[in-house]
């Protein structure tokens, strides 16, 4: 059975764990179509019945036999209901994308018969509509937005079907896909994209390739009405001058195409203009306003940007973000090779090339654009080959679900589903996951490795522990993205994963997609039972209904050990350490970030000095790639704006560069700053709580701290100091909390509160070296250099 702890003091994180109720609830907007139509559209494996009506605190699972097979004929009914025998849409051109291991292939637009029976008789165009039908099909592309037609209404007030017959609501499309039958149809159809020439191409059957049913992946578009404490009022004709508001929203869903009544045209002005087309192709042509952006998870209006960017707000929330960077990709590509040479800065060393090498060297150094060429782009990071080498064996073993060792069969089920990831802060170890999970997603597509799903939990970005299960339930319930409080959504995960007698019997092993899962920042998961870790490290080793595959990160290297025998056996012995960079590996990863290695034609933007001094300086205090490219990138900075301004004047024969003072001087200020300087100005006391939070530190990198922790250390360094002036310090609770606000009122320090406890927890982001660098030349140095001192991560 699952392991729970009390939940009864995590409120901060059910308040945000609850599902939307009303007559916006996205779970029922999920059941216009039904929960297992995705399922039955993508053939899938077994038809399984949710039928909780958007109530998630009452969602149970039809344990019996008699009740699921209910349940699948119920779906199965649905199913036929909505999905007409014959299909109305079809995609002639060639997909852009095929995922083999999806069996599911991607396309720009799809072709759609108009459905004049659903259209409602005093449309003004129905008649045209019959004469116009044979004049070619309509065709709908990524981005447009159209009414679809739906299997029940959502609202509690009778629907308006007009100018329909049938139920409707609008939506954006996102994606379209067909879904085959056979890995062999998505492997034709694979080849046939690779061939160039046109009479290869022909060669391969295109009737025998398409075939499956297409789907569209759409983004509800709400009305009013549907909004919680909006209006109820609905618009029930269209003869109104001012135009219906709808909102953007992120509730994805998906459908079958042949559902596409109509287009719909979105406007930024509230009134229509005139002689503005009210039918195309004899099908009505509706009109709305959309300027505003409801969010289901938020349950309320966020910030957004103009409509024109409203296509690529959708994609944000698609499944397939794969799909479309290759889309992105064969954009790119199609661009012709003289276009792109223009776009690109001329590798001269000109005075006039000196503004260009520069931005471009400050936007090679920014964390951001480093973070998406590892993670999303796939490059490789310097100086990690060892450590991603382990990691990606881990990974494909724990994907394939084998093992070295073979049994008869040849096969052996793999039983190290667990990574245990250590290191300092800065050491590549998110990023050398993300990058190989990139990888590794490229070889899924190609069919190479079974589908699976990447689901990444960081400890520190969550309110509590315990909101770990509900995201992590949100994320493996798919499209519907339903939010359970942590009490339900634990046993749904025991559920999915582990099952019951009879799900184990009954369902393939290989029928799921294996899920992996990173979970980063684990020091802050660690309950007082530790029962979370102990779950989501047993669930692998007990999975029968679906495969899971966890990789923990952690800053602490002995985090494991600290742990109770029993989750200590649950992660296993399977470790990866990443080392803190020496000068030498910080030195080459700054060099191939600049494009400094080897011949390089390019404008040199920096010193050869100067970039090893920040690899040394990086190096020798902390090992933080981090620090190194921030050290770096805004020297670049300063630099630029005082060779723009004028306030610095070049030399004959000079020409702009990043020298080594710019270097020491950003250097001085990365590692010295005010907060570092307010610090050596402390008070005794002060002083006696710095030191004992770093000493607490070096069993727990960048963690959080109780206050009575903190009093405790307090006490046995002051008493073990030998020095009148901290062996008399007899601090009560209430003089640490007072010196804990005015530290956090300067910012050396942060107080997080929580549910769980009426005591804030306090936390630094500054290292040990740095609180020790900031007690040198003080009367409490030696008392710095006993405790902090030497204290390198490794």
Not at 147 to 165: C, G, L, N, T
Not at 171 to 197: G, M, N, P, Q
Not at 409 to 428: C, H, R
Request: aromatic letters at 8%; hydrophobic letters at 35%; proline letters at 4%.
């Amino acid at each position: 059975m699952v392991s729970t702890e009390t939940l009864g003091t995590v409120g901060a994180g059910v308040g945000a764990a609850e599902t939307v109720r009303g007559g916006s609830s996205p779970h029922k907007k999920r059941q216009l179509f039904g929960d297992s139509f995705y399922d039955e559209v993508a053939q899938s494996k077994k038809l399984r019945s949710s039928g909780n009506g958007g109530d998630s605190k009452n969602a149970q699972h039809n344990t019996t036999k008699e009740k699921q097979q209910m349940s699948a004929m119920e779906e199965d009914e649905r199913i036929k209901a909505i999905v007409p025998d014959e299909t109305r849409a079809c995609c002639r051109s060639d997909p852009f994308h095929v995922d083999v291991s999806a069996l599911k292939s991607f396309y720009k637009e799809v072709e759609i018969l108009p459905q004049v029976d659903s259209y409602d008789k005093s449309f003004s165009c129905a008649g045209g509509a019959n004469a116009e039908q044979g004049k070619g099909k309509w065709k709908v592309k990524i981005g447009d937005t159209v009414a679809v037609r739906v299997e029940q209404d959502i609202k509690d007030s009778p629907a308006v079907h007009f100018p329909f017959v049938v139920k409707w609501s609008p939506v954006e499309v996102i994606s379209i896909h067909r879904v085959h039958k056979t890995k062999e149809l998505c492997v034709k159809l694979r080849d046939r994209l690779s061939k160039k020439d046109q009479s290869e191409k022909d060669a391969i059957a295109m009737h025998d390739i398409n075939v499956g049913k297409i789907v569209i992946e759409f983004r509800w578009l709400y009305r009013d009405h549907e909004i919680p404490g909006a209006s109820k009022k609905k618009k029930e004709s269209a003869d109104s001058d001012e135009l219906e508001e709808l909102f953007e929203t992120d509730h994805i869903d998906s459908c079958s195409a042949d559902c596409i009544l109509s287009p719909i045209r979105l406007h930024d002005a509230t009134r229509l203009p005139k002689n503005f087309p009210t039918s195309i192709f004899g099908m009505p042509l509706m009109h709305y306003q959309c300027s505003r952006f409801w969010s289901i998870h938020r349950r309320s209006f966020v910030p957004s940007g103009p409509l024109s960017n409203r296509v690529s707000r959708g994609r944000m929330y698609s499944a397939y973000e794969v799909a479309f960077t290759k889309l992105q990709q064969r954009a790119s590509a199609s661009v012709g090779s003289t276009s792109v040479q223009q776009r690109r800065p001329a590798p001269l060393r000109e005075k006039s090339s000196w503004k260009v090498a520069f931005q471009m060297a400050i936007q090679k150094l920014s964390l951001a654009e480093a973070a998406r060429d590892t993670q999303e782009n796939g490059m490789v990071l310097a100086c990690r080959e060892k450590e991603r080498k382990q990691i990606k064996r881990f990974l494909q073993k724990g994907i394939c679900g084998l093992n070295e060792g073979r049994d008869k069969e040849g096969k052996t089920k793999n039983l190290k589903t667990s990574l245990f990831i250590a290191g300092p802060p800065g050491t590549g170890k998110t990023a050398s996951v993300r990058s190989i999970i990139s990888e590794l997603q490229k070889d899924q597509h190609e069919g190479l490795l079974p589908e699976f799903n990447f689901i990444t939990l960081n400890g520190i970005e969550l309110r509590h522990p315990f909101d770990s299960y509900v995201k992590f339930w949100e994320a493996v319930s798919g499209p519907r993205k339903e939010r359970l409080p942590p009490v339900q959504a634990v046993h749904e995960l025991e559920h999915y994963f582990c099952g019951d007698q009879e799900d184990v019997e009954e369902v393939d092993f290989s029928e799921k997609p294996v899920t992996v899962l990173m979970l980063d920042e684990i020091d802050y998961l660690v309950t007082p039972q530790q029962t979370l870790l102990y779950n989501f490290f047993d669930w692998p080793l007990r999975a029968t209904t679906a495969r899971l595959v966890v990789i923990g990160i952690s800053n602490t290297i002995n985090l494991p050990e600290k742990l109770t025998p029993r989750v200590q056996s649950r992660i296993g012995g399977d470790r990866c350490n990443f080392q803190a960079y020496n000068f030498q590996q910080t030195l080459t990863i700054l060099k191939t970030r600049l494009g400094m290695m080897g011949g390089n034609p390019g404008y040199p933007v920096f010193e050869e000095d100067a970039i090893r001094f920040a690899a040394r300086k990086c190096a020798n205090l902390s090992g933080d790639i981090r620090k190194a490219f921030i050290m770096c990138k805004t020297a670049a900075e300063t630099a630029f704006e005082d060779y723009s301004s004028g306030k610095r004047e070049l030399k004959a024969d000079s020409q702009p560069i990043v020298s080594i003072s710019d270097i020491r001087k950003e250097s001085k200020d990365l590692f010295s700053v005010i907060a570092l300087k307010a610090i050596s100005y402390s008070t005794a006391y002060e002083a006696l709580l710095l030191i004992s939070l770093g000493a607490l530190m070096r069993s727990r990198e960048s963690g959080n701290f109780e206050i009575k922790e903190i009093l405790t250390k307090i006490e046995s360094i002051a008493n073990s100091s030998g020095e009148h002036t901290y062996m008399d310090a007899r601090l009560s609770f209430a003089d640490v909390l007072g010196m804990l606000n005015r530290l956090g009122d300067a910012g050396i320090l942060q107080m997080k509160f929580s549910q769980s406890s009426p005591w804030p927890w306090i936390s630094t982001h500054l290292h040990t070296y740095e609180i020790h660098a900031s007690f040198r030349d003080t009367s409490h140095s030696k008392l710095s250099e006993k405790h902090l001192a030497n204290q390198r991560l490794f």
